[in-house]
């Protein structure tokens, strides 16, 4: 009779399992011996930066794969500095923890210094467009308006009214030569790393200096042909 370690109950010699509660009556068995894993070393002798895990060909990413493809689990990304793929879920790689969005930073282009040789030149003929050249718009734009509007107005008005409207063209016309002579050295202390001359608040005593002498320019003119 073979008794039931379960239930105690009695059972046929031959009987695989306990006709009282179903319990199994053949004996555990033992567990196989495999090959002995080697110890893990101490954590003084393991390497500081362990190798990422390698990943079958076809979870990294070839030299010309796209960055997002269509996986088994989804939308994936691929790794800029391991080249794996993980899903559009996780934040970082898989295999190397590399943030998601270092992809759109680590490969981005350095911006090129620019021309100062080129500046100067086109400066020579459009002040203020040197400044746009290097990448300077915003004062760049207001000395390229300031000149061609100073320099337009005095043109027009002496040869609109000769002589006599001399008193408001040459504010105008001095106007344009300052602003002209002064983009060309700040575009040459740019390129030497040095502060404009002509900043903004500069730049604004010079706009306010060349109307205020406009107007009374055109005040003694206005006087002038009265008499």
């Known amino acids: 009779m073979r008794r039931c370690p379960a239930c105690g109950a009695s059972n046929p010699p031959d009987a695989a399992w306990c006709g009282q509660c179903y319990a199994t009556l053949e004996p555990p068995a033992a567990p196989s011996r495999g090959p002995v894993a080697d110890p893990e070393p101490p954590v003084a002798l393991r390497p500081a930066n362990p190798p990422a895990p390698v990943l079958p060909a076809s979870d990294r990413r070839p030299a010309a794969a796209p960055v997002l493809r269509d996986g ?119 390129s030497r790393g040095e502060p404009d001359l002509l900043g903004g608040r500069a730049l604004l005593w010079l706009v306010v200096a060349v109307l205020g002498l406009t107007m009374a320019g055109v005040a003694a003119t206005v006087a002038a042909l009265r008499i």
């Open 72 to 190: 088994d689990a989804g939308l994936e990304w691929a790794c800029p500095t391991c080249g794996s793929y993980s899903s559009l879920d996780e934040t970082r790689c898989r295999v190397c923890a590399t943030p998601f969005t270092a992809g759109f930073t680590s490969g981005a282009p350095a911006t090129a210094p620019p021309s100062w040789s080129a500046a100067l030149a086109v400066t020579a003929v459009a002040p203020g467009a040197g400044h746009i050249a290097a990448r300077r718009t915003g004062t760049g734009l207001a000395r390229l308006l300031l000149f061609f509007t100073w320099a337009a107005g005095g043109v027009f008005l002496l040869r609109g009214g000769g002589p006599s409207t001399a008193p408001a063209a040459a504010p105008l016309l001095l106007g344009a030569a300052v602003l002209w002579a002064t983009s060309l050295l700040d575009v040459h202390r740019l």
